[in-house]
């Protein structure tokens, strides 16, 4: 059996029965006026701080995108140039998505430059976990006159300007240069039966590391970010 309904202008929607004897049953919802056989997908993002996000009505996956925050660049100096500070971690839904700040550079003639941060999809969220990008090593230059410039910060899945790691403190004249933070680690993942409401954290930049003797402060890392789309078909 087929149920047409006429409109006024001329065109007709017609419901046919199921192919089977088996019984279905739609339920529509308590609402006057148009339903949405369509929603467009809802985006929200933070870039810092923590709290709850609240799953949208009738959603029915998430998509996450997150990176934790970047390290700190490295100070230069003759002597005493401090080490860069950790970025901080990024989760979402507390263990079940985590991405982990990268550290800081260090000073040195020839110093590694900070690690990327480690990440981390456990079930039942499935996707890929991305360790950060690792800071660039300090070199020193020859001579009393010599010129070493800054090493470069590790980039993370969205580049060095979101969770990337700072920039070390470059030389002017003899001494130890910084070495470039360590990025945070990233994360692409795919939530297929969301709960009603998740925890976030958004991992803080790592500070700068001081200047020493004659040098130069290195530079702040980028703080972390997550980005979060609600699905509904």
């Known amino acids: ?96 998505l985590t991405c982990v700040g990268g550290t800081g550079g260090a000073n040195g003639a020839i110093a590694a430059g900070g690690a990327g941060g480690t990440a981390t999809v456990s079930s039942p969220a499935v996707g890929a976990a991305f360790t950060g990008g690792l800071g660039g090593p300090s070199t020193s230059g020859s001579g009393s006159a010599a010129y070493v410039s800054s090493s470069s910060g590790g980039s993370g899945i969205f580049g060095g300007g979101v969770g990337g790691g700072g920039i070390g403190g470059y030389t002017l004249a003899s001494g130890a240069p910084g070495s470039g933070g360590g990025s945070g680690g990233g994360i692409k993942a795919f939530i297929t039966s969301p709960s009603s409401t998740y925890s976030y954290a958004v991992g803080a930049a790592g500070a700068a590391g001081s200047a020493g003797t004659s040098g130069v402060a290195g530079s702040v890392g980028t703080a972390g970010a997550i980005f979060i789309t609600a699905y509904f078909g």
């Open 1 to 96: 059996m087929s149920i047409v309904l006429q409109s006024s202008g001329g065109g007709s929607v017609t419901i046919n029965e199921p192919s089977t004897a088996s019984n279905f049953t739609q339920t529509l919802p308590a609402v006057t006026g148009e339903i949405a056989l369509y929603a467009a997908p809802q985006t929200t993002y933070y870039t810092s701080g923590s709290g709850t996000y609240t799953v949208p009505s009738n959603a029915k996956y998430l998509y996450v995108e997150m990176v934790g925050g970047g390290g700190g660049g490295g100070g230069s100096g003759v002597s005493s140039g401090g080490t860069g500070g950790t970025g901080g971690s990024s989760t979402f839904g507390s263990s079940l």
